[in-house]
């Protein structure tokens, strides 16, 4: 099957001053590794990724973004030629309010920073979506991983999500290992690994291109 596929990948930034950021710790080692099997599937990929300190994945159109904004605009463009479109990625759920031209200087002050919400991407692609496009997201949880993901899952109307665990040093944010709980709209459920990333996104792409062979039927 020759399909086109969008993925996501690492954290976004979201500025307060020219040099000082609100982010988190994803790496986006699941996004590139999902890239390169899909690439090895044979399926051509689109792959959206925050700032990431990793090499480009051979054959992979590579877009980089540092913002949630840049990240939505970006797929955005992308989303309507997608068949499949995977968030790996760790959007920022808030950013700050103001962003601030020049360099804050400090004066031994304590600082307040407001937040305002980002808007959910995934939520907003799924309203939008053609029929037979398959969608995707990751769960990134601390408690209550299952029941947490399935919630989400149902929210944002979304095909499958992959629950995984963020919780301490042993969490997923930046590990060479994983453990993932895939769940599916259609009640779908299995437990992928502890494996590498390499191995989790093969398998989770074979397990797409399942789905879409027996729904193309
Ligand atoms: N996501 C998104 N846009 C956002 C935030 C998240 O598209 N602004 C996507 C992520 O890429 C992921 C899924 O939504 O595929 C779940 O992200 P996660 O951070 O686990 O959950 P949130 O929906 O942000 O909820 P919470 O932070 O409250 O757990």
Redesign the pocket.
């Known amino acids: 099957m020759s399909l086109r596929c969008l993925i ?1 990948a690492g954290p976004t930034r979201e500025f307060f001053d020219p040099v000082r950021f609100v982010s988190n710790p994803s790496t986006g080692k699941m996004g590139f590794a999902l890239a390169t099997a899909a690439r090895q599937a044979g399926w051509t990929v689109d792959l959206v990724a925050g700032p990431v300190a990793l090499p480009e994945p051979a054959g992979v159109v590579l877009y980089p973004v540092v913002t ?1 904004d840049e990240m939505s605009r970006q797929v955005d463009a992308l989303f309507g030629a997608c068949d499949i479109l995977i ?7 808030w950013r700050p309010k103001v962003r601030h031209p020049e360099k804050l200087k400090k004066q031994g002050q304590a600082l307040t920073v407001e937040f305002e919400p ?6 907003t692609l799924a309203a939008q979506r053609r029929p037979g496009q398959l969608l995707v ?5 601390t408690e209550d991983v299952e029941a ?1 993901a399935r919630a ?1 899952l149902v929210q ?1 109307k979304i095909d499958f ?1 992959a629950a995984n665990s963020v919780a301490g040093p042993d969490g997923a944010f930046g590990a060479e290992t994983n453990r993932l709980i895939v769940l599916g709209a259609d009640g779908f459920r299995q437990v992928m690994g502890p494996a590498t990333k390499t191995v989790l996104a093969q398998q989770l792409i074979a397990l797409l291109l399942q789905h879409l062979t027996v729904h193309a039927r």
Not at 87 to 92: G, L, P, R
């Open positions: 996501t949630a968030m790996t990625a760790a959007v920022s759920d980002v808007p959910d991407i995934l939520t997201g990751f769960a990134a949880e947490n989400k944002k999500i």
